[in-house]
């Protein structure tokens, strides 16, 4: 494997050179006004403002006010990315308030509740303020992007040492048999809360109800609390699944963290999280990969979990695969039409798969989160017609139906949470 495939894209200039109709935050027009790219950037800053909380000294944004009214930890990551375009300052406030709930054994919650509302009323049994779940660990690669904007050294000192705890806290407790895969306990641990990767473990067929779903993560959250939310002992019973994406993401997110540790003179630290982005990349080869397609696995035995949905091409953002593995990849799947490619890509499920359904949430719909991840691993490879069409896609996405949650492929209708804030990731697909 190319050691050029394991730098963490520094690249930063803004490219969204192209004009473009818009239509303004989820408001329907007929106008067709060319939209530079100044025009995208403000409505996104606007969004992002509209969205942004305080509570005491901290800062948050809200993924959308009326449907996701708290903090997140993979959004605050997303969010940060966003601001390092216009105001890296306030995507650093975005990180310090994650940090502000570091629990003592480094976990990061993947939920805050600065203020209560009357939405996602879990109990998640270890007080009301946090969740005592995680969430894809892509903080180090929004700390990186933006000192890569204002070369802050001394943020990068002041929260390393959460990020070492962070990052240890996953390597240690998410792998505690040292097969070098990350487990997670909840399918919201991977983002994608109703994803048809975890359908078999909650016992659900391809077709079932929204409701159906969230009911059998809840009896999960109370396994979860019965537990004490140790993973290792007790919820791999119940719940114990190496996941391609948090696994890619893990790999991609070490490599910044090296970059950082090298930043502040931190060269024994750099090395081992090194040594354990490569520990982890064999094992995705070793454990998850079949025929050139990296799957999800559950349980002691690695069992891998056979639907095919855009976590194949999460890899792409890590770097993980060979230059002729991924442009079969590429050709074979993402850019066929019977699978994820439609008018409006990214669907997240293959078509051909039963539990395809394009207006369901994390069953098909296109995320712009993901086209994101998807078009970073596509630039990471040189493949930039493909990144291209990508971006082109989202950037329809929004003009079509403003930024909102996730978009039927097939028809760009947007669907789910209005005003949300990922769309703004449009801006780092540069
Ligand atoms: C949904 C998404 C999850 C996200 C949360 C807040 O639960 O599935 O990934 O973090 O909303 O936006």
Redesign the pocket.
């Known amino acids: 494997m190319s050691a050029a495939y394991f730098t963490c894209n520094d690249r930063y200039v803004i490219g969204l050179n192209y004009l473009t109709n818009f239509m303004d935050n989820n408001r329907a027009s007929t106008a067709t006004t060319q939209l530079k790219l100044t025009d995208i950037a403000e409505e996104v800053a606007k969004l992002m403002r509209a969205n942004s909380r305080q509570y005491g000294k901290n800062l948050y944004t809200m ?2 006010p009326e ?2 009214p ?1 903090q ?4 605050s990551c997303f969010h940060a990315i966003i601001y390092s375009h216009f105001d890296p300052n306030r995507g650093k406030e975005e990180i310090l308030s994650l940090l502000s709930k570091q629990f003592h054994n480094g976990m990061l919650p ?2 805050i509740y600065w203020r209560r509302g009357p939405v ?1 009323d879990i109990d998640w049994g270890q007080g009301r303020r946090t969740s005592n779940i995680t ?1 894809p660990p892509m903080i180090a690669y929004a700390v990186w992007r933006l000192f890569q904007k204002d070369q802050d050294v001394e943020f990068l000192k002041s929260i390393y040492p959460n990020l070492f705890h962070y990052y240890k806290y996953l390597l240690n407790e998410r792998d505690p048999h040292q097969r070098n895969l990350l487990g997670i306990i909840n399918p ?1 641990e ?5 994803s048809p990767r975890f359908d078999t473990l909650l016992g659900l067929p391809p077709i079932h109800q929204f409701e159906e779903n969230l009911r059998k993560r809840a009896d999960l959250v109370q396994e979860n609390i019965k537990c004490k939310f140790d993973a290792p002992f007790c919820m791999k019973n119940f719940f114990w699944v190496k996941d391609v994406p948090f696994n890619a993401i893990m790999v991609e997110n070490l490599q910044c963290l090296s970059y950082i540790a090298q930043k502040i003179d931190r060269e024994y630290d750099a090395a081992y999280f090194d040594r354990s982005r490569e520990e982890i990349v064999k094992a995705m080869r070793e454990l998850m990969c079949e025929d050139g397609l990296f799957w999800s696995t559950h349980g002691g035995n690695y069992q891998r979990i056979k639907v095919k949905t855009w976590a194949i091409f999460a890899p792409l953002f890590a770097r993980i695969l060979e230059k002729a593995e991924a442009e079969k990849l590429v050709n074979k799947h993402l850019l066929n039409e019977k699978e994820f490619w439609d008018a409006y890509p990214l669907s997240t499920v293959s078509k051909d798969e039963a539990s395809f359904s394009p207006a369901e ?2 069953r098909g719909p296109a995320w712009i ?1 993901v086209n994101w991840l998807v078009y970073k691993g596509l630039v990471n490879y040189g493949f930039n017609d493909a990144a291209e069409k990508i971006k082109q896609s989202s950037l329809a996405l929004i003009k079509k139906s403003g930024f909102r ?1 996730y978009y039927n492929p097939k028809t760009g209708e947007g669907l789910g ?1 209005n005003h ?3 769309g703004g990731l449009v801006l780092d697909m540069d």
Do not use: K, V
Request: net charge negative; aromatic share 26%; proline share 4%.
């Open positions: 993924p959308s449907t996701y708290y997140w930890l993979w959004d993947h939920l996602i969430q919201d991977s983002g994608e809360d109703n949430m994390w989160s949650e949470a949300f804030t990922w």
